[in-house]
């Protein structure tokens, strides 16, 4: 196939045989998120690119290199998102439900766009789950995010396989005091930093922190620790969250190099990571952003969020071996009709069953083949149950149920006891 109608590179096709498992951990989420109080919002996939940069900030790795931005008809310049806070933010900000201090527990879900390298767990496309709080600003809600997740992983069979990193950036005065102390400390050593952390040291000394480069980790072991610098308030903060941690018994690790890569973050930032995927370790990311709200010219008004990563989730179900057995079974009861008369009768039986058994999996296979190769469908369709309606069971208003799975004859059953039948065999999920 010629390339131009090809996917493109890093934006994947999400296959028939995969998305039983997105839906089942999208289903887990959503089900865990309504359960907590929290409400979902749906905002467009484009906005101007000018939001992007302003809140994720112009010298962050998202806006100086992964942006897919392009101008429209009219010349706007406009940007797929990247991520979902800056468009959330945008959205609550918009509309006004964030005013008077209004509290706000929001949820979304969808695609995400950044031009990245693609390999295992990172993609041009990808998809997350994010959530917003906003207009509370104590430790007790950065400790529900991180309990909800605890919860997620517990349902998902996932605990065994993640930990949680953690780390406080201070409030902005004990983050800009502590930048020039580590400004003043890197520059003491510049010529010994790798290149970006050069640049960074100029731009964004913070994310000097982030640097994969190993002569400039060894360097940073004597670097000032932000844990040094945090006032009063930060570290209240923090001891507040480590303290309902410790109460849910969640264990976690302190990471004083965990900077996050958008520039928007105060106080709590935290990362659940596994080492169950290679290189692509953070399932899950998130933190709080006091300041983002006034930076883009509303109220001040506290916020804090995360974004877990859905491809990388699912990876780690599927390597786990996480995947739940009933996935693999997608039909119930499969009904095989011979013939034109008893192909009208079966289309008008399965209708009267779903009116009786909504939740049944009912799916018809008329007209099409001989007995044989219908029942070969039947069978690979992974049904429990073949129903087989003929001419002569037409005459007499009965249906064949065969069991396909497990043993038991065939058994002759009149149309109308079927669904009272179905309803006692099927167990539904
Ligand atoms: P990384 O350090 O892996 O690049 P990040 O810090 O850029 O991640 P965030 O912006 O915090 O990631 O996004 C939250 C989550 O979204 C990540 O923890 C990850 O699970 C997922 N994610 C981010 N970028 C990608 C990508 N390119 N492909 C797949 N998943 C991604
Ligand atoms: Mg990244």
């Given at each position: 196939?010629s ?12 296959l ?9 951990f999208?289903g887990t989420?959503a089900?865990?998120l309504?359960?907590?109080?929290y409400?979902q919002?749906r905002?467009?996939i484009?906005e101007f ?7 994720i900030?112009?010298?962050t790795?998202?806006?100086?290199k992964?942006?897919?931005t392009?101008d429209?008809r009219?010349?706007?310049s406009l940007?797929l ?15 006004g439900i ?6 706000q527990k ?7 766009f950044r031009?990245e ?7 041009r496309?990808f998809?997350?789950?994010g959530?917003?709080?906003f207009?509370l ?8 995010l ?9 349902e998902?069979?996932?605990r065994d ?11 902005s005065?004990?983050r ?6 580590l400004?003043?400390f890197?520059s003491?050593?510049l010529?010994?930093?790798?290149e ?7 731009t ?18 004597d670097?000032?620790k932000?844990?040094d610098?945090?006032d009063d308030?930060?570290?209240?903060h923090?001891?507040?969250?480590k303290?309902r941690?410790?109460?849910?018994g969640i264990?976690?690790?302190?990471n ?5 890569g ?8 935290f ?9 692509q370790?953070t399932v899950c990311?998130g ?7 006034e ?5 001040p008004?506290?916020?804090?969020g995360f ?9 780690m179900?599927e390597a786990?071996?996480?995947?739940p057995?009933e996935?693999?079974?997608?039909v119930?009861?499969y009904l095989?009709?011979?013939g034109?008369?008893?192909e ?11 009116d009786?058994?909504?939740?049944l999996?009912?799916q018809?296979n008329?007209?099409a ?5 219908q029942f070969k ?11 087989i309606?003929?001419?002569?069971e037409?005459?007499q208003?009965v249906?064949?149920f065969k069991?396909?799975?497990g043993?038991?004859?065939q ?9 009272a039948h179905?309803a ?6």
């Amino acid at each position: 196939m010629s390339k131009s109608l090809q996917a493109i590179r890093g934006m994947n096709d999400i296959l028939p045989e995969q998305t039983p498992l997105w839906r089942y951990f999208e289903g887990t989420v959503a089900r865990l998120l309504d359960n907590y109080g929290y409400r979902q919002i749906r905002m467009p996939i484009v906005e101007f690119t000018e939001l992007f940069k302003r809140s994720i900030g112009e010298v962050t790795d998202i806006v100086e290199k992964e942006m897919y931005t392009f101008d429209d008809r009219n010349g706007d310049s406009l940007t797929l998102r990247p991520e979902g806070t800056a468009a959330c933010v945008r959205a609550v900000l918009e509309h006004g439900i964030t005013g008077g201090g209004q509290v706000q527990k929001l949820w979304y879900v969808g695609p995400m766009f950044r031009h990245e390298r693609p390999q295992k767990g990172r993609y041009r496309q990808f998809h997350q789950i994010g959530l917003e709080v906003f207009n509370l600003d104590g430790p007790d809600i950065d400790a529900e995010l991180i309990v909800m997740t605890w919860r997620l992983w517990g349902e998902l069979g996932l605990r065994d396989a993640v930990k949680l990193e953690l780390n406080s950036l201070g409030t902005s005065e004990s983050r800009g005091r502590y930048r020039e102390a580590l400004v003043e400390f890197l520059s003491a050593h510049l010529d010994k930093l790798d290149e970006d952390s050069q640049r960074r040291l100029k731009t964004n000394p913070l994310r000097v922190l982030d640097t994969k480069n190993a002569e400039t980790q060894a360097i940073l072991v004597d670097a000032p620790k932000m844990a040094d610098y945090l006032d009063d308030e930060s570290r209240a903060h923090f001891e507040g969250l480590k303290a309902r941690l410790d109460a849910v018994g969640i264990p976690y690790v302190i990471n004083p190099k965990l900077v996050r890569g958008l520039d928007y973050y105060s106080k709590t930032v935290f990362e659940w990571v596994t080492d169950k995927l290679g290189a692509q370790g953070t399932v899950c990311a998130g933190g709080r952003y006091d300041g983002l709200v006034e930076q883009m010219g509303g109220k001040p008004t506290p916020g804090v969020g995360f974004a877990m990563g859905i491809e990388r989730l699912v990876l780690m179900l599927e390597a786990l071996d996480k995947v739940p057995a009933e996935l693999s079974r997608q039909v119930d009861v499969y009904l095989c009709a011979f013939g034109e008369a008893a192909e009208l009768a079966a289309l008008a039986l399965s209708e009267r069953i779903r009116d009786q058994l909504p939740n049944l999996r009912l799916q018809i296979n008329a007209g099409a083949g001989s007995f044989k190769s219908q029942f070969k469908k039947a069978d690979k369709s992974g049904a429990l149950y073949a129903l087989i309606l003929g001419d002569d069971e037409l005459a007499q208003q009965v249906v064949g149920f065969k069991p396909l799975r497990g043993q038991g004859e065939q058994q002759s059953i009149a149309w109308d006891a079927l669904a009272a039948h179905l309803a006692t065999c099927v167990v539904q999920g």
